[in-house]
């Protein structure tokens, strides 16, 4: 077996069943990496409690994600699949890096005050400190690659200077700088047409929803606003209905709704169920895999805690280093 290039980490906060933004942006990507790198995929659930108002779905929100991660692709033989809390050691470094980082890095972040507007009476410490988490996590697992989308790159950035800082102030080279993977797809629109696909703006098209379920999202997918009506030619390349054929679609599928549609010989519910067939095609397989492996969850679980104690190990090796370096008692 060829060597590895690299240590891979990436987290995942668990909001419950995975949806075609997730699987494009990140799931397939993970997928792809397990063979080439030693890769370890966390479901981030102490990130979650940020914005979180109750945990009661909590658990079954990880179980769904690890569910869908696996049923994508994702090969507990080959990648390490695990619970961010099951690991205490990040806490620790959490603590330890937010001695290093000055609260202005924090409150400059543009996710930051993203989320302030978002939830503008839940501003918790856990909020301010989340990119610090964060940067734990990568740095907790000396991970030299972290696969994301671009709108995650400052988190990044900050995962390389918590790590300079951290080694500066105590004169090592414990830490890892990570180096950004960027996605190849950076970011994926929902079904309104405007805004990244996401679950808390419902517009998105969960991963393995049923056959219907799917068919009824697509449908309600905007299209180009100026086509009122189905003899109005369109415009392909506003429309994310197209946009989604480039993914899902044969290049001669793309080709004839690209010139179909511009001379109005085919219309926007045509379009919408023919996208609909091709991505219940390509996701037959993902939904059938996890119906098979949610016979049995305490399989499940098993590889989670599975998960939990090899990535322990690594973690456990990387806080005595720390701990070394700054000389702790």
């Not at 500066?168 to 990244?196: C, R, S, W, Y």
């Not at 999202?217 to 086509?227: E, G, L, S, W």
Request: glycine share 4%; charged share 25%.
């Amino acid at each position: 077996m060829p060597a590895k290039k690299g240590r891979v980490f990436s987290g995942a906060r668990p909001t419950g069943r995975q949806h075609l933004g997730n699987y494009l942006g990140a799931v397939k990507n993970y997928v792809a990496m397990q063979d080439e790198y030693d890769c370890l995929y966390c479901v981030v659930d102490l990130h979650a409690l940020t914005t979180l108002e109750t945990t009661e779905d909590l658990r079954q929100n990880t179980m769904d994600m690890a569910l869908d991660w696996m049923a994508a692709g994702l090969d507990p033989k080959k990648c390490i699949i695990f619970i961010q809390s099951h690991v205490p050691e990040v806490t620790e470094l959490h603590t330890i890096l937010s001695m290093v980082t000055p609260l202005g890095k924090l409150t400059d972040l543009p996710t930051f005050k993203e989320k302030v507007r978002e939830n503008p009476h839940n501003v918790n410490y856990g909020l301010v400190g989340y990119p610090v988490l964060m940067a734990a996590d990568i740095l907790l697992y000396k991970a030299n690659f972290v696969p994301a989308g671009i709108d995650q790159a400052p988190h990044i950035e900050f995962a390389r200077e918590t790590a300079r800082s951290f080694n500066h102030h105590f004169n090592t080279d414990v830490l890892v700088e990570p180096q950004m993977k960027a996605t190849q797809f950076p970011k994926i629109i929902g079904i309104d047409g405007e805004q990244k696909m996401s679950k808390s703006l419902h517009n998105d098209i969960e991963m393995t929803a049923s056959a219907e379920e799917t068919r009824a999202r697509v449908m309600m997918m905007k299209t180009d606003p100026a086509r009122i009506r189905r003899q109005d030619p369109g415009n392909p390349d506003v429309c994310n209905v197209y946009w989604m054929h480039k993914i899902f679609s044969t290049p001669e599928q793309i080709h004839m709704v690209d010139v179909e549609c511009r001379r109005a010989g085919i219309g926007c519910v045509d379009c919408k169920k023919l996208l609909a067939e091709n991505i219940n095609k390509a996701m037959e397989p993902v939904r059938e895999k996890r119906a098979e492996l949610e016979k049995d969850k305490n399989l499940v679980w098993d590889i989670l805690k599975d998960g939990d104690s090899r990535a322990r190990a690594i973690a456990q090796a990387t806080m005595e280093e720390v701990r070394r370096a700054i000389d702790l008692p």
